[in-house]
């Protein structure tokens, strides 16, 4: 069983099968026979790692990054570690674990990581996945797919919330449990042994507890630990102009939508008004020190605001329209990235951006949740914004008074916020400043040649990284690939260490062929786990975690992050150190793409020129050429 659960570790992209329904088609995406959170009571339990496991990977991981001296050293801390205080902590973790089955071992710990970090969020947490164009090109104006997009969005939101949307399950027969037949089937079964159902035909289905922070959610500052808030009763939208907040409600006291025509009636309304930009965008606070932001933000409650802050955290989400078209890429990237700083609140769960050419994409936070959440959105509000559209270039926005559903926010600012939004505005501009983006695209092959050779596209992605870094800085650092671990009851993430003896030896002598797979057994999660309750017990640190080795494994120089979806052109991050690469990239069927964030420490165009190279090398050892120099 664990081992094929450990095939689910990847990444959890499956939904995109599911065929469109117009069963409900005003308010529902589709109406799943299987109740959405069928699945969630049998979700197997994420397993804490035996220590000497952990500690053993530990070890293989840091040999690539140490020489002989320096790893005999982290050797004897991690095996006193490991005898010692370690066992004890190890030994309350799992105690703590058993009671408490209705979560994971991790889910609390990690919240507080995110939510403690005092670093602002954009740039450091939010990442952002950008929307394929419609393939219908007239569809591509901006008030176009800002309505189509919204309807979605919001035709999703009340899918789940009404346990209509098709549960996540990844599917490794799906002749088998991708039916009608099996779907009738396993809806009789009870939630506490749905899982057990689906395992019997290879299905399993994904942990499915983020999804309601999706919507009406918001990433509160507060001094030391924020908080995230939900407000599921708020009807309303936030949208955001030239820096300009503005709401509408967008669906009825009953629950139900507003109709297309009207909201396409507000937006036009809100894009045709031109009150000019505030002198002092407030937007820029969401993008401080948390800290610094909590202060400002009691600041702007006892000022008279607190009413206006209530409408923009409750929000149902917040749609940014902005007044440019994109010209390529890197522009795109930076856009969706970080944007001005005006036109954004990067505290809410996701911004959905669209620009004036109807480029689209989504800039989300992160501590509510992962990938995998925002992922399956993104692809349902794709597929049926292009396959579904609510208006269509011909539609006339309805003949309503947008004048008074639509309202202005309007914000009372003393000098002492005027001066904290000055503040947070040159140090996002002096972050943004220093930020790199760049891309390339590799035609010479993709995932087809790779399979027809049988070598993972991953691992050869992951090889030519540590390669080109080889190339660039003649060392091997520690590197980052984040997998899901959705399989699991609020599994979050774990860390996969592509940086290996085996990848160090192949990058030195550009050997073809490489293994990497993920397990559901990483080492990081436990040792990050056993860190957090040595603390929170007011145990002094362990020598083990004091360890230089301890903190040069954890300052992840490469960070990596793959995803492939037909709804999705693009994904990025910042680096997580100062001095690293943010590495986002995807393998398809005949080219590779990667998108390289960078600061001044470091020189991302000269990396990707490396990726570049390697890749050469490795795809004319497969081919049978000879490799350049």
Not at 559 to 576: D, E, I, K, N, R
């Amino acid at each position: 069983m664990a081992a094929r659960r450990q095939l689910l570790l990847r990444r959890a992209t499956a939904g995109w099968r599911r065929g469109y329904s117009s069963a409900g088609a005003a308010e529902y995406l589709h109406r799943s026979i299987v109740p959405t959170m069928h699945y969630q009571k049998s979700l197997p339990r994420l397993p804490v790692p035996k220590l000497e496991d952990t500690i053993t990977r530990y070890l293989n991981a840091q040999k690539p990054l140490l020489n002989d001296d320096q790893f005999r050293k982290t050797e004897e801390l991690a095996r006193q570690f490991e005898k010692g205080i370690g066992r004890e902590l190890h030994e309350q973790l799992v105690a703590q674990d058993n009671q408490n089955k209705h979560t994971s071992y991790i889910t609390g710990p990690w919240f507080d990581m995110y939510l403690k970090s005092r670093e602002p969020v954009v740039l450091n947490f939010n990442a952002f996945m950008s929307f394929n164009p419609d393939p219908k090109s007239e569809y591509n104006d901006q008030l176009i797919r800002a309505t189509n997009m919204t309807v979605s969005a919001v035709r999703f939101m009340k899918t789940f919330r009404a346990g209509y949307l098709e549960p996540e399950v990844f599917h490794l027969n799906p002749e088998k449990s991708d039916t009608e037949i099996f779907k009738k089937i396993i809806r009789f079964v009870p939630s506490s042994l749905s899982w057990f159902g689906a395992y019997m035909v290879n299905a399993y289905p994904l942990d499915m507890s983020q999804y309601f922070r999706l919507f009406n959610s918001t990433r509160l500052p507060k001094l030391n630990r924020d908080e995230l808030y939900t407000d599921e009763k708020a009807k309303h939208l936030l949208v955001l102009r030239n820096g300009n907040f503005y709401i509408f409600d967008i669906l009825d006291r009953d629950g139900n939508m507003l109709k297309p025509s009207e909201i396409q009636a507000h937006l036009k309304y809100i894009l045709s008004d031109n009150s000019p930009a505030p002198a002092f965008p407030l937007g820029y606070l969401s993008s401080e020190n948390r800290d610094t932001w909590a202060l400002l933000r009691k600041n702007l409650l006892e000022n008279g605001n607190e009413e206006a802050l209530q409408k923009v955290d409750s929000a149902v989400f917040c749609l940014s329209l902005d007044d440019f078209t994109v010209k390529d890429f890197v522009q795109l990237s930076h856009t969706m990235l970080h944007g001005d700083g005006a036109n954004r609140w990067y505290d809410k769960s996701f911004n959905l951006i669209i620009t004036k050419d109807g480029t689209a994409g989504i800039n989300f936070e992160h501590s509510w949740g992962d990938g995998v959440a925002v992922l399956r959105f993104q692809n349902e509000v794709f597929k049926d914004s292009t396959k579904a559209p609510a208006i269509s270039p011909q539609s006339q926005p309805a003949s309503v008074d947008s004048s008074t559903a639509v309202r202005k926010l309007d914000f009372k600012l003393n000098d002492a916020l005027k001066a904290g939004i000055t503040k947070a505005k040159q140090k996002f501009d002096a972050s943004v400043e220093g930020l790199s983006l760049n891309m390339i695209q590799f035609h010479e092959g993709g995932k087809d040649l790779l399979k027809q050779k049988k070598v993972s596209p991953d691992a050869v992605a992951q090889l030519a990284f540590q390669m080109a870094f080889l190339r660039q800085y003649n060392q091997t650092v520690a590197t980052y690939e984040s997998c899901s671990t959705a399989a699991f009851k609020h599994g979050r993430t774990e860390t996969i260490r592509p940086a290996s003896i085996h990848t160090k030896k192949c990058s030195e002598a550009f050997v073809k062929e490489l293994s990497k797979h993920s397990t559901g057994q990483g080492f990081d999660r436990h040792l990050f786990g056993l860190r957090y309750l040595a603390s929170s017990k007011g145990i002094a640190l362990p020598d083990f975690y004091q360890d230089q080795a301890y903190a040069r494994i954890n300052h992840n120089i490469i960070s990596t992050s793959t995803l492939v979806s037909p709804a999705v052109q693009l994904g990025g991050f910042g680096p997580v150190v100062a001095d690293g690469f943010g590495v986002g990239y995807q393998v398809h069927d005949d080219w590779i793409g990667c998108n390289v964030s960078s600061y001044p420490t470091r020189n991302g165009k000269e990396y990707l020129q490396c990726i570049y190279k390697s890749l050469e090398d490795i795809f004319n050892v497969l081919k049978g050429k000879k490799i350049g120099s």
